[in-house]
Structure formats: structure tokens, C-alpha cells
T-cell receptor, first 114, second 113 residues
Framework: SQQGEEDPQALSIQEGENATMNCSYK?????LQWYRQNSGRGLVHLIL???NEREKHSGRLRVTLDTSKKSSSLLITASRAADTASYFC??????????????WGLGTSLAVNP | KAGVTQTPRYLIKTRGQQVTLSCSPI?????VSWYQQTPGQGLQFLFE???????NKGNFPGRFSGRQFSNSRSEMNVSTLELGDSALYLC????????????FGQGTRLTVV
């Protein structure tokens, strides 16, 4: 089953507003990544946050990680119509000794209206 | 630097047929992962290859197989196609591991009729 669960499933905002989406997970992680996918196309890596980090910034993106609550949030500030896309979180999870696997959430669909 | 190239972009096949999808990773990248994406199930991991060896495998039936060549190019094959195999198949390339960053191709849209 998918570990990462994004919420909300869908979000609709006006250009210029901020958008916040959340990702919850169930087990301990090595790191967590956020990706963006424009309609029916490949995914683009946005940001990675390691398990020992609490916050990271990249341009208009701000990611937080709360390992005690097993959750992460992605904030997009001053949104633009071009931010319209689906956003996915992926958790790097240790398993079976030294192995690791990447588990993906179902995504949040963001619509930014001009 | 060229990105990840997947061919073909679109494919229509009939139930029972087999299909081969191709992925050329970014030059120098040794890890190639494959995913199936459907509206209801999201991104499902198929398998990952590193230096011609399958390093990780998801929970898909044996009809789904893959391989990686010495130049890191990868192919995945689906035999005895079912209607439920209709999906966007995404390939991702990484320098060493997708667990820190992966670069995705545009995908192959497979429709099984």
C-alpha cells in the first residue's frame, strides 16, 4: 500500500495566493522528496528534505518535515497559473536490512486560476 | 545534456499481445526505474535496474519484465496484455539511486483495447 498520502486531493486557488499541500507517511524515512507533474507528462523533482532537516526553501517553495507527526508540507507562495499541476511526495524508506525503497503518494492536484 | 527519452510516446495494442517500451537515461546515469501510473492507483513502482542488474522490484505479475543494457538503456516488456495494463508508463533515470533524485521521461501512454 502507498505510504505517502497527500492531502488535499485537489486544491483550487487564485493566482497570487499561497498553496499548501501535505504528505503523511507511516514508517521512518531517510528522506522525503516532492515532485511536480504537469498533465500527463513526466515528473519533475522539486526538493528533497532529509530526515534530520526541518525546513528547506527553494525559490517560492518551502518544505517542512515533522518526523514526530510523520508529515511534510509543501508551500508554494505567490502562486502562478504555471504552477497548475499535480504534486507528489515520495518517501525513501529503509527495509529488509540495508535496502531502501521509494514510496509514492497519490498526489495533490493544484489548479491556479488566473 | 539530453533528458530521459522514452519511446514510443503512444501505443495502442490489443489484449493478448505483448509490448516493449524503451528508455534512454541521461548520459552517465546508471539507475533506471520504471513506474506505472493510472488515475486510481497513482504511481506504482515496477522495477529498478542498476548496472544491468535488477536491484528492486515492485509487486507486479511476471508478465512485466525489464532489462538494462551495458549503455544503461532499458526496456520493459509486458506480455499477454490485459485491459487493466492501460496506463502511462514512466521511466526515471538517476546517477546512482532514485532515492535522492530522479529525472523522468515524458512517458509512454499505452492503451490496450
Amino acid at each position: 500500500s502507498q505510504q505517502g498520502e497527500e492531502d488535499p486531493q485537489a486544491l483550487s486557488i487564485q493566482e497570487g495566493e499561497n498553496a499548501t499541500m501535505n504528505c503523511s507517511y507511516k514508517t521512518s524515512i531517510n528522506n522525503l522528496q516532492w515532485y511536480r507533474q504537469n498533465s500527463g507528462r513526466g515528473l519533475v523533482h522539486l526538493i528533497l528534505i532529509r530526515s534530520n532537516e526541518r525546513e528547506k526553501h527553494s525559490g517560492r517553495l518551502r518544505v517542512t518535515l515533522d518526523t514526530s507527526k510523520k508529515s511534510s508540507s509543501l508551500l508554494i507562495t505567490a502562486s502562478r497559473a504555471a504552477d497548475t499541476a499535480s504534486y507528489f511526495c515520495a518517501t525513501d524508506v529503509p527495509y529488509a536490512g540495508n535496502n531502501r525503497k521509494l514510496i509514492w503518494g497519490l498526489g495533490t492536484s493544484l489548479a491556479v486560476n488566473p | 545534456k539530453a533528458g530521459v527519452t522514452q519511446t514510443p510516446r503512444y501505443l495502442i495494442k490489443t489484449r493478448g499481445q505483448q509490448v516493449t517500451l524503451s528508455c534512454s537515461p541521461i548520459s552517465g546515469h546508471r539507475s533506471v526505474s520504471w513506474y506505472q501510473q493510472t488515475p486510481g492507483q497513482g504511481l506504482q513502482f515496477l522495477f529498478e535496474y542498476f548496472s544491468e542488474t535488477q536491484r528492486n522490484k515492485g509487486n507486479f505479475p511476471g508478465r512485466f519484465s525489464g532489462r538494462q543494457f551495458s549503455n544503461s538503456r532499458s526496456e520493459m516488456n509486458v506480455s499477454t496484455l490485459e485491459l487493466g495494463d492501460s496506463a502511462l508508463y514512466l521511466c526515471a533515470s538517476s546517477l546512482v539511486t532514485p532515492n535522492t533524485e530522479a529525472f523522468f521521461g515524458q512517458g509512454t501512454r499505452l492503451t490496450v483495447v
